[in-house]
């Protein structure tokens, strides 16, 4: 299989989907890599480190998409990027697409070029998610750092720290969603000194929170509900929206009168925006311009891409958690998909269909949906 890597261009998207490292691994089993110049500056990867692996470097990412089977990538394709799509006609692209969360028109060229495109985020295994948690983690830290950041007077924040501070109140943190990326923000502010409340929905996943973090005096698990959260946002200076259901349009669970309710300067960092944003008010910002300040003085920060800020550890666990995968895809083709239930929903779009349910009900085109088995 000739396998293929992009210079990635999203806003400040410095990671990229090999490391030299699973190059080798690649082209020791006798696949062909390809690597677009430069792909891996960002994340302290050198043209020569991926030449001395056994990968061939071309500059035109049209020659690039040309040559390949199978294209990696972290990020979905942006607009610029689609007729690069029309010279990829039926072959496989993996990588983190959210179809729920972007722009329709991306689904529409993958199904108008027969794409097969599979979603590092819907891939399972036991009932967990191994190509989205490693992300998560990261993204779960970032929400807490830059938290911290925004909530600084600079930038119309209420002037305090997530820390313990002598004589001074202790800044209240609420995290909403029990998965990866809660958990990791909850534990992240908790252990700068935050008084923190997690909020989940599951009683079971409640249970094994309160397990958890027992012996942390500083997080309260909560019964997530609307009465729940109204209660409890309004002294919260820092609201971490992390509410996620695989493949599917984020549920909005903080409504407008609960933002409303905030104190002026709180911030919000909904990370569920990759699939849409489980926050009212929230949209996509950037790291160019990372965050918007409405008129009632909430501060929103929803980059989609966080861990592109901290390319080198990213793209290390990213790497390490999907090319096992990749080298069965690369190895069998669809066979391997076959093969592999948790694999196999990893797929998303098919021989001009959408083969994921939940993504064709949230695009309202199950007119284009087709049952894979």
């Known amino acids: 299989m000739n396998i293929a890597t992009l210079k990635e261009i999203k806003d400040n998207e410095n990671r990229v989907g090999l490391t030299p490292q699973g190059t080798e691994k690649l082209t020791q089993k006798n696949h062909q890599v390809i690597v677009q110049k430069n792909a891996g500056n960002g994340a302290g990867f050198s043209n020569k480190e991926y030449i001395d692996a056994g990968?061939?470097?071309?500059?035109?990412?049209?020659?690039?998409?040309?040559?390949?089977?199978?294209?990696?990538?972290?990020?979905?394709?942006?607009?610029?990027?689609?007729?690069?799509?029309e010279l990829f006609k039926g072959k496989t692209l993996f990588t983190y697409l959210h179809l729920s969360g972007v722009p329709k028109s991306l689904t529409k060229k993958l199904l108008e070029n027969r794409i097969t495109g599979i979603a590092y985020e819907t891939v399972e295994n036991n009932g967990t998610l191994p190509l989205l948690a490693p992300m998560s983690q990261v993204a779960g830290v970032l929400a807490i750092q830059y938290g911290a950041e925004y909530l600084q007077k600079k930038y119309g924040g209420r002037g305090i720290t997530l820390g313990r501070i002598d004589n001074t109140p202790t800044a209240k943190v609420i995290v909403i969603g029990g998965g990866v990326v809660g958990c990791t923000s909850a534990a992240t502010a908790a252990g700068m000194g935050s008084s923190v409340k997690l909020f989940e929905i599951d009683d079971e996943k409640i249970k094994k929170l309160k397990e958890k973090y027992s012996e942390y005096e500083n997080i309260e698990i909560i019964k997530s509900s609307s009465e729940t959260i109204s209660e409890n946002i309004k002294d919260a200076d820092l609201v971490v929206g992390a509410v996620l259901i695989a493949g599917a349009k984020a549920p909005v669970v903080v409504n407008k009168d609960m933002v409303h309710s905030m104190k002026k300067g709180s911030v919000i960092v909904d990370v569920a925006i990759d699939q849409g944003g489980c926050v009212f008010g929230s949209c996509p910002t950037s790291h160019t311009n990372p965050i918007c300040t409405k008129e009632n003085g909430i501060i929103y920060c929803c980059v989609p891409n966080m861990p592109g800020q901290v390319a080198l550890q990213s793209t290390q666990a990213l790497t390490n958690s999907t090319l096992p995968y990749l080298i069965k895809l690369a190895d069998k083709g669809m066979a391997a998909l076959k093969t592999d239930p948790g694999f196999l929903k990893g797929l998303n779009t098919y021989n001009g269909k959408i083969v994921n349910k939940v993504i064709a009900k949230d695009l309202d085109m199950m007119d284009l949906y087709q049952e894979i088995n």
């Open 55 to 85: 990968a061939e470097i071309l500059d035109d990412p049209k020659e690039i998409v040309k040559k390949s089977d199978i294209l990696v990538k972290v990020k979905e394709p942006l607009e610029s990027e689609y007729g690069l799509l």
